[in-house]
């Protein structure tokens, strides 16, 4: 099929387009490097996944990878990272995304230990929009954290944007769903029982950006090894049990600490949907939502985005174009 570059194994049609350089960033699927394209010089973030790389599940390793290419073929949010062109080989697959010049969102807050309050909002909102958007379209990440998030630039004020979509999960319509059309002549009780909690798969979306806004509020996790003597990992999350520790969190608002509180509730059910958190009293801030859209959205399609063509900027669906919501 496709043509091999006869020194490095790159296809011939990627490495015409591209000129690859350094490696930028390390995945579980395989590795990030900076390219540029040679028609317009313009920096890319080439993202190469190896279909060999895991013999042993090799099927699941291309199934999510191939989910994963779906979906990111399939978004359109400016807070979701977003693919510019694609190639494949028979070991490979190369995705060229927009380069996100400010790296994770991992580093950042390893840098500054704390992100100081307002920053931490901006972008956090964006998150919930993103991660709004995502759930509208059927879609739930299942694995938001720092190093999933990247930012624009090196300004506090930038846009972030979420990626690595191949743990993610794509919402059908489920057997269940359709049990639930029909008469229940014959039906069985606990099918309705186990329908009560059907559905919520999406709850553990909202629960990792607790987490993430946790770490970028405080500079340390809600959860890690020996922080409760006896208690695993495990065991502090099922527990719900976290500390606010004094010196980290004296400065931090009792809005914040509020949100993360009612997004790190054990029971899905009880917990903040993104929805929710999207209404809480501490993302009721016009000054942040103005900042914030005016970075997403920009009315001027020279400034943020420099990738984006005038188009993007309001082609984004509105929550309300969500397809009908389907089960899980
Ligand atoms: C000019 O050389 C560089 C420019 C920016 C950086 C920081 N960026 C990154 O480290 C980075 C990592 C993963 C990514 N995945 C998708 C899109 N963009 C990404 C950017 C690293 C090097």
């Given at each position: 099929d496709l043509m091999v570059d006869e020194q490095s194994n790159l296809p011939k049609e990627l490495s015409e387009k591209y000129m690859i350089t350094k490696k930028i960033g390390v995945g579980v699927c395989g590795e990030v490097k900076l390219a540029f394209e040679r028609a317009t010089c313009k920096k890319v973030a080439l993202k190469t996944i190896n279909k060999k790389d895991f013999p042993a599940s090799v099927g699941t390793a291309t199934r999510s990878a191939e989910r994963e290419i779906q979906i990111l073929q399939k978004i359109d949010h400016p807070c979701l990272i977003k693919t510019k062109d694609?190639?494949?080989?028979?070991?490979?697959?190369?995705?060229?995304?927009?380069?996100?010049?400010?790296?994770?969102?991992?580093?950042?807050?390893?840098?500054?230990?704390q992100i100081k309050e307002p920053i931490a909002k901006l972008y956090f909102y964006q998150m919930l929009k993103a991660v709004e958007y995502l759930h509208n379209n059927g879609i739930i990440h299942r694995d938001l954290k720092p190093e999933n998030v990247l930012l624009?630039?090196?300004?506090?004020?930038?846009?972030?944007?979420?990626?690595?979509?191949?743990?993610?999960?794509?919402?059908?319509?489920?057997?269940l769903m359709r049990t639930l059309c029909g008469t229940p002549t014959y039906l069985a009780p606990e099918v309705f029982t186990d329908a009560v909690t059907v559905g919520y798969s999406r709850a553990v979306?909202?629960?990792s950006l607790g987490?993430?806004?946790?770490?970028?509020?405080?500079?340390?996790?809600?959860f890690y090894p020996n922080a409760r003597i006896g208690l695993s990992v495990s065991d502090q999350i099922t527990q719900g049990i976290y500390t606010f520790i004094p010196?980290?969190?004296?400065?931090i608002s009792d809005d914040a600490k509020d949100v993360v509180k009612k997004l790190l509730r054990v029971d899905p059910n009880a917990r903040l949907t993104i929805e929710e958190a999207l209404q809480?009293?501490?993302?009721?801030?016009?000054?942040?939502?103005?900042?914030?859209?005016?970075?997403?959205?920009?009315?001027?399609?020279?400034?943020?985005?420099?990738t984006a063509d005038p188009g993007d900027a309001d082609a984004t669906a509105d929550p309300g174009d969500a397809t009908a919501d389907p089960g899980d």
């Open positions: 694609f190639f494949q080989t028979d070991d490979s697959y190369y995705i060229v995304l927009e380069l996100m010049e400010g790296g994770e969102l991992y580093d950042r807050v390893k840098s500054k230990q624009s630039s090196h300004d506090d004020v930038c846009i972030i944007k979420i990626t690595d979509f191949n743990q993610s999960k794509i919402l059908e319509e489920s057997a979306d909202a629960w987490v993430v806004l946790f770490v970028c509020l405080a500079g340390y996790p809600p010196s980290k969190w004296d400065g809480h009293p501490w993302l009721m801030d016009e000054a942040m939502k103005e900042t914030a859209e005016g970075i997403m959205y920009p009315k001027d399609p020279g400034d943020a985005d420099a």
